[in-house]
């Protein structure tokens, strides 16, 4: 039955598509067919003229329309009963439509005829006639007698106008002509007409076809649907051109589910290739009308394919014409630009439109996206989404949020993918802005650090990217952040500040009120954060803008108030103010040049308040005499005064010892100060007498060095002098007697290193980079006594459990600094006290570095073993450690100038003695323990500064308030980018040092013929070089993992690292290499460390260090090279210098973590896990109880539960990823699944029992679980196969236990009451074997359990 469809004026109109003419333009055709001359009513004898007129309809000529006087169903009932009541009726009706044919003719009468009729209004027929009315070519057609002759007359027409341009004739004919039959309240031969539509498709231009087709959904009755839309499809395959079109009009039709999926594959595959414009059509067909149950598959295949680099690519080649090109042609770039921009933004109404009215969208695509799970496969496309229907879908928030808070910290959404997204998608994600702002709030109250660097990064986005308005509410909830008390939310939120007012001084101006208002919050901000504040502030008062004058005298206010302040806390913020506010003012002097009277005479006036308000002159002028006079003395034979310990001077590095050398009196300062503090200071105070503090020393030779430097444009001649001298020490030889000291002597002792070592860490920071060769020597001398001392100073703390160091750094709370050793471990050590002085007395030859700790009790022979090692046997044994790591806050800190001390050549043998004076000295050069103690500080730095994309540290909050920068107070102060630029520039010095400890583990190799523990083998040297190679890797990791090289601005500097190591391998033949060439290199020439690695830890760093070079971009060679890398580690036997395999909590940590990189980057898991558990187990069983697997060392009886768990987790996540099964599946995809169901089911198999006859506990409690979905999975099977009448592919039978030999066995009753069998080993005899391929079987205690089902 025909359907009757009312005509709506809205698309009446959009139908009207009409090219505007200039109206001096006169019509283009021949004096022929022009009835007049000029635009007027069209008189002659046709008699389609004349019944046209007697029936309403005035015909015009030339550009003016048709006028209708009547209604347009008067019109046409009026005109079919005049040709009805024709005398000539039937005949008549072939005369009228003649009469149209010959006046259609002329193209402007044509036209007039397919525009739209104007309605007359006279006064008699002012309410006879509607505003709006038809064409009269689509009136005709509405008269059933006249319907079947115009379609005729207007598809034979058609072709004439084929090769017409638009703008030939200023009208659209064909577009015109398809439109009359559109909207049809009644077609009489439906079929007809759209099977000429459709052969006139097909020799139709491609403009004319794409007319055609889009129409067909408004031409078409409701029954046709169906088989034109299958018609139309085919069409889809034959022409790419007319994908658009097909896909719009098929997109209006009701398709059956089977066409649709069909249909919408073809779209899929094309989805690459399409243009930017076409896009968002093809999208929308895609979204239309998904099924639940296809929603996640039918997304995830859209955002595979999808991908919206393509979409820059135009943006950006335009952007680099426009540079080339001149000025208007500029103008043009930027609006092909914005056009382009505009479909992106037209593609995303068409994906929110669908996450908003279509149910089940928007959980397919985070579903799809949570599916995801190679990190490369993530895209930005992702991200915006995410954000989209994070805006649309409130109900989906708390999904999003845990969405992004899973895949952040695993590197899936890295800041450079938000960066990307902001820098080339703005335009899109400004309308998601509330949901960015939410998000970034959420996520600077996690506690893993990945999520708070990424809300941070969305804060510096949206601030650079956002128009005012956002970026007032960005800088609202920064200060709001800073002023809520929250330490972590605090420190980021001023770091983005910091960043901000570096980058985007003259944006942040205008909020600098709302910055302002954190003076009125001070209470809560730590030193640090007072100086970051006054920093921010003191760069937005010193701007170039005058009206920002009342930013200073609020800053001036403050500082002054808290100056004049008596309590110290104040003081210490009113200092740290000043000084801040005094850089920002240099700073800012410096880069003006050229500045006006009016501004010199104001930066002179500031200089003068900022003099007076720190009193500069008396600073600088008593900051000599005051060092001197506090803590200089001449060296004198004998030292009055009454101390704690006999006095002796040490370390005194100038040959010349007579009158007028001086000494630093460390310990009469310290005695004073100890024996004082059971004195009433007051009384010292009334005496007259200064009280100078121990703790001064370090901090006010800075101070002094800062000075000379400045003053003599770096030269350190004046005060030399302090290089060489000796300290007035005691006789350290004490150390080794502690227990015959009492407590206080023993704290003493300890204080008195504390304070030796932070002035030795000061005098290397102020000499380190003097180009004299005897100061050069002089400083590695005293790295030589910072290691001599450390190794005294973990002996006396082992002795001192509860101590309590002074204080080293002063920018933090006291509370905060205090070290996480207490006095548990004395309570532990009594109990082990004889077993601790045999430990002590065995590593008293044994050399240490920072991190590492002597060990207090001695149950193993660990001087043969590493000092990680140690370690580990310590926290097993539960005994506590003390590790100079968690005493950093109370050591002097490091400058980064320092580590050029790494320039010099590395003594592997050393040449030093161990006399505290000496008149004759050799030429000095770096040593092994000099060595470690520098990388060791330069890891720590390059760790905390170079934050990795995805960083795997301990959540901020559980490492106590403010613990994390302690110790790094000047590396904060300065960016990563510097950092990174410093430690780019040390890496030929590493390099040096890291190939040295190749060549001198590949001699002890050679020379030992392999043996580790050999009998030439040095073990403190071995130990030490081990170290070395560890640390050196580790900074090569820290380094090329850092998550700025990413960034466009950082490539230059990411080339210039690859550079150094490629020039490794290829001197001299790098400078032109492609940035790809260049890691291929350095691959290649950290792969070549591969041999010479001398424990499981460096192993696996280097294993990282390659995974991070392959990941810039990973290429599947290199997937393969790391593999391939891992597996001979795996398979590599791994021995301590004790001559035992190497074991322990560490090793299995390093051992999961190098096991996993094996299966990631494996090509195929599943032929991995079979290997490992078809080989390597079997031969463990068949090995002796401290036996290992021939073909896989390292999986002994104590690594099987980390080689469990990891297969285990790798089988679980190859199952997850194969696709589910689809009847449109071939037979070979079909068995090719099965058959990886098969091989995993078979796995599990193996490692259940494995596990059972193990009688590991941990592992035992999940057998009974892990069988019970074996069991289900296998019914499943079975009722599948029955549900599609095939059960004989499923066999039930009973599977025998046999041994290795094949032979059944009977009975295991005498095994499992066998009392010589560990719990924690593995026995001898083989699991339960079976013919199968999938299985299932009952869980029980008892080793005989037999398996029941099984299927081929």
């Known amino acids: 039955m025909v359907s009757k469809r009312k005509l709506s004026k809205s698309d009446a109109h959009g139908d009207s598509l009409i090219a505007e003419l200039p109206q001096t333009k006169k019509s283009r055709i021949s004096c022929k067919e022009k009835t007049s001359a000029e635009d007027g009513v069209v008189e002659n004898n046709n008699i389609f003229v004349q019944l046209v007129k007697s029936a309403g309809i005035t015909l015009n000529a030339g550009e003016r329309q048709n006028d209708i006087a009547v209604d347009q169903a008067t019109f046409q009932k009026k005109l079919c009963q005049i040709l009805r009541k024709h005398p000539f009726y039937p005949r008549i009706v072939q005369e009228f439509v003649s009469g149209l044919e010959t006046h259609i003719k002329d193209r402007d009468q044509f036209r007039n005829c397919l525009l739209p009729c104007a309605p007359v209004r006279g006064e008699g027929t002012r309410n006879l006639v509607h505003s709006y009315c038809e064409s009269l070519i689509k009136l005709l057609l509405g008269i059933e007698t006249l319907q079947p002759a115009i379609i005729t007359v207007l598809l034979e027409k058609l072709p004439e106008f084929f090769f017409d341009t638009v703008g030939t004739f200023g009208t659209n004919f064909p577009r015109l002509i398809v439109n009359q039959f559109k909207w049809l309240d009644k077609i009489l031969d439906s079929k007809d007409l759209v099977m000429k539509l459709m052969q006139m498709v097909s020799v139709s231009p491609a403009p004319i076809q794409h007319d055609i087709i889009t129409s067909l959904p408004e031409i078409l009755e409701d029954s046709q649907q169906s088989e034109v839309a299958r018609e139309v499809s085919q069409l889809l395959k034959r022409d790419n051109r007319l994908t658009v079109p097909i896909l719009d009009a098929l997109s209006s039709l009701d398709l059956d589910a089977g066409l649709l999926a069909e249909v919408r594959q073809s779209a899929m595959i094309i989805v690459p290739a399409v243009k930017l414009e076409d896009l968002p059509v093809v999208i929308k067909f895609i979204l239309h009308n998904i099924k639940a149950v296809d929603a996640v598959e039918v997304i995830s295949a859209l955002r595979k394919n999808l991908d919206l680099s393509s979409c820059i690519l135009p943006l950006q080649m335009l952007s680099s014409q426009s540079k080339l090109k001149s000025q208007p042609q500029t103008s043009s770039s930027t609006s092909q630009v914005s056009s382009s921009q505009n479909c992106v933004k037209l593609l995303f109404d068409v994906i929110k439109s669908a996450v908003r009215f279509q149910k089940g969208i928007s959980e397919a695509w985070i579903k799809a996206i949570e599916n995801t799970v190679c990190v490369s496969d993530h895209k930005v496309l992702d991200l915006i989404v995410l954000l989209l229907i994070h805006t649309t879908n409130t109900k989906s928030r708390k999904q999003i949020e845990r969405v992004l808070r899973n895949k952040i910290p695993l590197g899936c959404v890295p800041e450079q993918l938000l960066q990307s997204a902001f820098r080339n998608h703005s335009l899109v994600i400004k309308d998601f802005f509330p949901s960015i702002l939410s998000l970034a709030q959420t996520f600077l109250h996690s506690a893993d650090p990945c999520v708070v660097s990424f809300g941070s990064c969305m804060y510096?986005?949206?601030?650079?990217?956002?128009?005012?308005?956002?970026?007032?509410?960005?800088?609202?909830?920064?200060?709001?952040h800073v002023c809520g008390g929250n330490d972590v939310e605090m420190d980021i939120s001023l770091d983005v500040l910091t960043d901000l007012v570096t980058l985007h001084t003259s944006s942040l101006i205008c909020y600098a009120t709302f910055v302002k208002n954190i003076l009125d919050y001070t209470e809560k901000l730590n030193p640090q954060q007072i100086r970051k504040l006054f920093y921010i502030l003191g760069e937005l008062a010193f701007s170039q803008r005058q009206e920002d004058s009342?930013?200073?005298?609020?800053?001036?206010?403050?500082?002054?108030?808290?100056?004049?302040?008596?309590?110290?806390?104040?003081?210490?913020?009113?200092?740290?103010?000043?000084?801040?506010?005094?850089?920002?003012?240099?700073?800012?002097?410096?880069?003006?040049?050229?500045?006006?009277?009016?501004?010199?005479?104001?930066?002179?006036?500031?200089?003068?308040?900022?003099?007076i308000l720190l009193d500069l002159e008396r600073i600088g002028k008593s900051v000599v005499e005051d060092f001197s006079n506090d803590f200089v003395v001449d060296l004198t034979p004998a030292v009055d005064g009454v101390h704690l310990f006999p006095v002796k001077s040490l370390y005194n590095l100038d040959e010349d010892e007579s009158q007028g050398t001086i000494v630093i009196n460390l310990l009469p300062l310290l005695s004073q100060n100890w024996l004082g503090k059971s004195v009433d200071e007051n009384t010292t105070r009334n005496q007259g007498k200064k009280i100078v503090s121990p703790e001064c020393l370090s901090p006010s030779f800075r101070l002094l060095r800062l000075y000379t430097t400045e003053q003599h444009n770096g030269s350190m001649e004046e005060i030399d002098a302090l290089l060489g001298c000796p300290l007035h020490l005691t006789d350290l030889e004490i150390e080794g007697n502690l227990d015959s000291l009492a407590k206080q002597e023993r704290e003493f002792l300890c204080s008195l290193l504390f304070h030796s070592l932070n002035w030795f860490r000061e005098v290397v920071n102020a000499f380190c980079q003097q180009q004299d060769l005897e100061m050069k020597g002089k400083v590695l001398t005293r790295l030589q006594n910072i290691t001599e001392l450390q190794n005294m100073l973990r002996k006396c703390l082992a002795a001192s459990p509860g101590y309590v160091p002074p204080r080293a750094i002063f920018d933090c709370e006291a509370l905060e600094a205090a070290p996480t050793i207490n006095a548990v471990g004395l309570v532990k050590k009594k109990k082990t006290g004889e077993k601790k002085q045999k430990s002590e007395g065995s590593k008293d030859s044994s050399a240490d570095h920072s991190q590492m700790e002597e060990n207090p009790e001695g149950n193993q022979p660990e001087a043969e073993t590493t000092q990680l090692e140690k370690d580990t046997t310590e926290k097993k044994s539960g005994i506590p450690l003390v590790q100079l790591q968690s005493y950093r806050a109370f050591f002097r800190e490091l400058d980064l100038e320092v580590f050029t001390i790494l320039h010099c050549g590395l003594l592997t043998k050393s040449i030093l003695d161990s006399e505290m004076h000496t008149e004759a000295r050799e030429i000095v050069q770096l040593g092994p323990a000099e060595l470690v103690f520098l990388l060791?500080?330069?890891?720590?730095?390059?760790?905390?500064?170079?934050?990795?994309?995805?960083?795997?540290?301990?959540?901020?909050?559980?490492?106590?308030?403010?613990?994390?920068?302690?110790?790094?107070?000047?590396?904060?102060?300065?960016?990563?980018?510097?950092?990174?630029?410093?430690?780019?520039?040390l890496l030929k010095p590493l390099?040096?040092?890291?190939?040295?400890?190749?060549?001198?583990?590949?001699?002890?190799m050679t020379e030992n013929q392999g043996v580790v523990d050999g009998p030439r083998v040095n073990i403190q040297e071995h130990q030490l070089m081990?170290?070395?190679?560890?640390?050196?890797?580790?900074?090569?990791?820290?380094?090329f993992a850092w998550s700025g090289f990413s960034q466009r601005e950082n490539s230059d500097l990411l080339r210039s690292a690859l550079k150094v190591l490629a020039d490794r391998l290829k001197p001299g033949e790098t400078g032109f290499l492609l940035l790809e060439d260049l890691i291929s290199e350095s691959f290649h020439y950290l792969l070549n460390f591969q041999h010479s690695v001398p424990n499981f830890q460096c192993a696996l760093t280097l294993t990282q260090l390659l995974i991070v070079i392959a990941e810039k971009p990973v290429a599947s060679w290199k997937k393969d090279k790391i593999a391939s890398l891992a597996k001979q580690f795996l398979c590599q036997s791994w021995m301590q210098l004790s001559g035992t395999r190497e074991k322990g909590s560490q090793f299995s940590d390093a051992l999961h973590t190098l096991l996993c990189v094996y299966m990631e980057h494996t090509d195929n898991i599943l032929k991995a896990v079979e290997d490992i558990s078809s080989v390597g187990v079997p031969e463990l069983i068949n090995s002796a109880n401290d036996g290992y697997s021939s073909t896989y060392p390292t999986l002994t009886?104590?690594?099987?539960?980390?080689?469990?768990?990891?297969?285990?987790?790798?089988?679980?996540?190859?199952?997850?990823?194969?696709?589910?099964?689809?009847?449109?599946?071939?037979s070979e995809v079909q068995l090719e699944k099965l058959l990886h169901w098969n091989m995993a089911v078979r796995d599990f198999h193996i490692l259940v029992n494995l596990v059972k006859i193990h009688q590991d506990l941990g592992l035992t409690n999940h057998v009974p679980l892990l069988k019970k979905s074996l069991?289900?999975?296998?019914?499943?099977?079975?009722?599948?196969?029955?549900?599609?009448?095939?059960?004989?592919?499923?066999?039930?039978?009973?599977?025998?236990?046999?041994?290795?030999?094949?032979?059944?066995?009977?009975?295991?009753?005498?095994?499992?009451?066998?009392?010589?069998?560990?719990?924690?080993?593995?026995?001898?005899?083989?699991?339960?074997?079976?013919?199968?391929?999938?299985?299932?079987?009952?869980?029980?205690?008892?080793?005989?359990?037999?398996?029941?089902?099984?299927?081929?």
């Open 1026 to 1039: 081990s170290s070395c190679y560890q640390q050196l890797l580790q900074a090569f990791r820290f380094l």
């Open 1271 to 1352: 069991e289900q999975f296998v019914y499943r099977v079975k009722a599948m196969l029955a549900f599609n009448h095939c059960q004989e592919a499923f066999w039930v039978g009973i599977l025998k236990n046999r041994d290795l030999q094949g032979e059944e066995i009977l009975s295991q009753d005498s095994e499992e009451n066998d009392p010589g069998e560990g719990v924690s080993q593995l026995p001898r005899e083989d699991p339960a074997e079976g013919e199968g391929d999938i299985s299932g079987s009952e869980g029980g205690s008892k080793h005989n359990d037999d398996d029941e089902e099984s299927s081929e």
């Open 991 to 1004: 390099c040096n040092h890291m190939e040295n400890m190749h060549n001198y583990f590949q001699a002890l």
């Open 460 to 480: 510096k986005q949206a601030f650079a990217a956002f128009d005012s308005y956002c970026q007032q509410e960005v800088v609202s909830a920064l200060v709001t």
């Open 550 to 611: 009342y930013i200073q005298d609020d800053m001036h206010m403050v500082i002054r108030k808290w100056l004049s302040s008596t309590v110290p806390k104040y003081k210490q913020m009113g200092i740290i103010g000043a000084i801040t506010v005094a850089g920002s003012m240099a700073a800012k002097r410096r880069k003006e040049d050229g500045c006006s009277l009016e501004r010199t005479q104001q930066s002179e006036e500031h200089c003068r308040q900022l003099s």
């Open 936 to 985: 060791d500080d330069l890891c720590q730095k390059l760790e905390h500064i170079l934050i990795p994309p995805a960083a795997k540290r301990a959540p901020f909050l559980k490492q106590g308030k403010a613990c994390r920068k302690i110790g790094f107070s000047h590396l904060c102060q300065r960016s990563s980018q510097e950092v990174a630029q410093c430690a780019v520039e």
């Open 1197 to 1226: 009886r104590q690594t099987f539960p980390v080689f469990f768990q990891v297969m285990m987790a790798q089988l679980e996540n190859s199952a997850r990823s194969i696709s589910a099964g689809k009847p449109s599946d071939s």
